[in-house]
């Protein structure tokens, strides 16, 4: 490495965050109300209803873990 490499390399800013969020199943049970949604309007009522509640509490949870890791960063 040249020592003009190097030079470029110093003046390198660390990626934003720095600290990636805890893994979480939010997303993939998201996913399946949409799916179940879907599903819903082709076969019936009773599957889109379970698709829209499994919707509302997976996004119920996901911004709820996501408004307390904003307020431990704010601190």
């Known amino acids: 490495m040249s020592s ?3 030079n470029e390399t ?4 660390k ?3 720095g600290v990636l969020p805890k893994p979480t199943y939010y ?3 998201l996913a399946l109300g949409l799916a179940f949604l879907g ?3 082709l076969l019936g009522w009773v599957v889109a209803l379970a698709g829209l509640i499994i ?4 996004l119920r949870g ?3 873990i ?8 704010r601190h």
């Open 55 to 58: 919707i509302v509490l997976a």
């Open 27 to 29: 997303p993939f049970f």
């Open 4 to 6: 003009q490499q190097r």
């Open 15 to 17: 990626a934003k965050p």
């Open 66 to 73: 996501l408004r307390h890791e904003a307020k431990r960063d």
């Open 62 to 64: 996901w911004i709820n």
């Open 39 to 41: 599903w819903g309007i």
């Open 10 to 13: 110093d003046k390198w800013v």
